[in-house]
């Protein structure tokens, strides 16, 4: 197995990747650029979206368009290109917090992950947003009190939605949950992997073996044996995990940051990786110039399809 790179123009901060099975196409964000992208993989053509500030994640919706996570506030957009219709405020100040890693639950509710800009309040949170029955309900499903976070990442559900995962990238932490989907609830807060600090003193190295360091986790996908992939940022890498928590596989990148998985195509066992480019330095960039691009390679499992928001 071997990576491709899809895209030929890199983005500063690639994230919250998904295949749309209706469009045959993948949709991503560029957070730092305030973009929406999208593409049919083969046909070298990417179009861009721009945003009135960062998005922090997307999710397809049941009656067409997306649901969009910016920084000031929860949109819809009925079509690509379309206005911008806001559906929700969430419960944080967007001065020092907005929107991260989010998707879809198999009911359609929006779940939204926060990231702590100032990076000691470990103020992140997780809301769920549920617009079913049409008007926005919202509800803080992980709050600070609870479990102190910075950067709320990898998010995912077990193929029988009866647990949810979730990260905190600063504390190199994945934490798992037993989940009752009907009710909304989680209980039985578990670590599911726990990774070794960042050197204080730590930089690239062009060594295979990183300087030591092993990253730390980012965003995530579940195949459909329940295990779990996650990108490790500045790791160089994307692990494959076991409902378990044991460690089955690691996947080398040719970017020292990759973001996070999803699995598309027809057969959903093409893995795509977004990764990062901000930030990076010269001597980075220079061994990996793909830093930035959506990254592919076909995987012999095929991984969960996208849940879709229900409004």
Same mark, same amino acid.
């Given at each position: ?73 929860? /949109? ?9 219709? &806001? ?22 509710? /929006? ?24 008007a926005a309900q919202i509800e803080r ?19 029988? &939605? ?10 190199h932490t994945i934490y798992a949950w ?5 009710? &909304? ?26 300087g030591g360091y092993q990253g730390r ?95």
């Open positions: 197995m071997s990576w491709q790179t899809l895209t030929l123009e890199p983005c500063l901060l690639g994230e919250s990747p998904f295949w749309h099975p209706h469009e045959q196409r993948l949709y991503w964000v560029d957070i730092a650029a305030r973009q929406i992208l999208r593409t049919q993989p083969g046909t070298g053509t990417v179009e861009r979206w721009d945003m009135p500030s960062e998005p922090g994640c997307i999710a397809p919706a049941a009656r067409g368009g997306l649901v969009i996570a910016l920084r000031h506030g929860v /949109f819809r957009a009925r079509a690509w290109g379309g206005p911008l219709q &806001n559906i929700a405020t969430l419960d944080y100040d967007p001065q020092h917090l907005r929107a991260n890693d989010g998707k879809c639950d198999a009911l359609g509710r /929006f779940w939204i992950g926060t990231l702590d800009e100032t990076r000691v309040a470990h103020n992140a949170a997780l809301f769920a947003l549920d617009c079913r029955a049409g499903a992980l709050d600070p009190a609870v479990l102190p976070a910075t950067t709320a990442n990898g998010l995912a559900w077990s193929p029988d &939605n009866r647990t949810l995962y979730w990260a905190d990238t600063p504390s037993d989940y009752d989907l009907t009710g &909304n609830r989680l209980s039985g807060q578990r670590k599911f992997a726990q990774f070794a600090p960042k050197p204080a003193l730590w930089q690239f190295e062009p060594a295979a073996n990183n986790p980012d965003g995530a996908a579940v195949d459909v044996h329940g295990n779990y992939w996650v990108a490790m940022y500045e790791g160089r890498r994307v692990c494959q995990f076991a409902p378990d928590g044991t460690l089955l596989a690691e996947f080398a990148t040719p970017a020292q940051c990759p973001t996070m998985p999803c699995f598309g195509g027809e057969d959903l066992q093409t893995l795509y990786v977004t990764t990062a480019r901000r930030g990076r330095s010269a001597a980075e960039l220079a061994q990996f110039p793909e830093s930035g691009c959506v990254l592919a390679m076909r995987v012999p499992v095929p991984g969960l399809p996208v849940n879709f928001f229900v409004d």
